[in-house]
């Protein structure tokens, strides 16, 4: 069974860094892109970027481009959402998502991690 | 960059057929998938590349795409249906997917 587990939610304040993950399961992990997408609170999906494990290929939307990095650790299945200093409007669910190729859907979700940044 | 474009809100009679469109320059051309997410819940993937459905998803929701808008479609709607539901293409000018900002299903 494919799985997509995420770290807990976090509170954090402005300027601090910060580092979230996504513990994949269940499939071959460096055949697969892994995503991460943002949703503020009341608001839509926003792209962030996605990453490919196998050969740690990575892309960002215009829009969190400098912003956020992402990362992975093939050798424990897992990929990562970092900050080096969190804004109040960094607030938001974070969502990982899987998928094969830039074409296809992103077919499976990891469960969201809130982060809340305030002082 | 691409954008996609949304109805707000869509309300459906019980039993009754629900249609959430999706436009953009050309959708015709493009892998549309789409999205369901109930409150406090992960999104779920409910039609992909225009008129699939993963396994579990009812035949009740189907999709289509042409021209410059795509459009799901609910048919029978049921009360369960109620949902935020996102369309999604690939947008090759920016490498990176691209959301609809969300219809909100309501069923009476």
């Known amino acids: 069974e494919v799985q997509l587990v995420q770290s807990g939610a976090e509170v954090k304040n402005p300027g601090e860094s910060l580092k979230i993950s996504c513990e994949a399961s269940?499939?071959?992990?460096?055949?697969?892109?892994i995503g991460w997408v943002r949703q503020m609170p009341g608001k839509g999906l926003e792209w962030m970027g996605i990453?490919?494990?196998?050969?740690?290929?990575?892309r960002y939307s215009p829009s969190f481009q400098g912003q956020v990095t992402i990362s992975a650790d093939k050798s424990i299945n897992t990929a990562y959402l970092q900050w080096s200093s969190l804004k109040a409007s960094d607030t938001a669910m974070y969502y990982c998502?899987?998928?094969?190729?830039?074409?296809?859907?992103?077919?499976?979700w990891g469960q969201g991690t809130l982060v809340t940044v305030s002082s | 960059s691409y954008e996609l474009t949304q109805p707000l809100s869509v309300s459906v009679a019980l039993g009754q057929t629900a249609r959430i469109t999706c436009g953009g320059n050309?959708?015709?051309?493009?892998?549309v998938h789409w999205y369901q997410q109930k409150p406090g819940q992960a999104p779920v993937l409910v039609i992909y590349?225009?008129?699939n459905r993963p396994s579990g998803i009812p035949e009740r929701f189907s999709g289509s795409n042409s021209g410059n808008t795509a459009t799901l479609t609910i048919s029978r709607a049921q009360a369960g249906d109620e949902a935020d539901y996102y369309c999604?293409?690939?947008?090759?000018?920016?490498?990176?997917?691209?959301f609809g900002g969300g219809t909100k299903l309501t069923v009476l």
């Open positions: 998502v899987r998928l094969m190729t830039s074409v296809t859907p992103l077919d499976y």
């Open positions: 269940g499939y071959i992990f460096t055949n697969y892109w």
């Open positions: 990453i490919y494990p196998g050969d740690s290929d990575t």
């Open positions: 050309s959708i015709g051309g493009k892998n």
């Open positions: 590349t225009e008129n």
């Open positions: 999604q293409v690939w947008d090759s000018s920016t490498a990176g997917g691209v």
